[in-house]
């Protein structure tokens, strides 16, 4: 198991710009891929994106193609989520997760989670 704790959260205008991170800690971080989910009031967990063990491969829902950035510091134990021009329909609780797949794009791949962290978008 990963231990996963999630930042950066907070309140942006839309069209404008946040940076998740997520730290982990435990086993051995670079052997996990990364993925990154969403889950907005009343709805259903979503995914976001995902980065295989080496960064080399990524993966993204087609909402935020574009605009929303998965990488990741081996080095640091941390994965990022950079998130340019919001949108309200991005506003949700963001969380990290751990998978031990190479490019895992569904909540049942995943085995470690974070607590998560509040993305809100204004108008």
């Known amino acids: 198991q990963v231990q996963l704790v999630e930042s950066g959260g907070g309140l942006v205008q839309a069209g404008g710009s946040l940076r998740l991170s997520c730290a982990a800690s435990g086993r051995t971080f670079s052997s996990y891929a990364m993925g990154w989910f969403r889950q907005a009031p009343g709805k259903e967990r979503e995914f976001v994106a995902a980065i295989s063990w080496s960064g080399g491969d990524t993966a993204y829902r087609n909402s935020v193609k574009g605009r929303f950035t998965i990488s990741r510091d081996n080095g640091k134990n941390t994965v990022y989520l950079q998130m340019n021009s919001l949108k309200p329909e991005d506003t949700a609780v963001y969380y990290c997760?751990?998978?031990?797949?190479?490019?895992?794009?569904?909540?049942?791949?995943?085995?470690?989670w974070g607590q998560g962290t509040q993305v809100t978008v204004s108008a």
């Open positions: 997760a751990a998978s031990p797949l190479r490019i895992p794009t569904i909540k049942a791949d995943f085995g470690s």
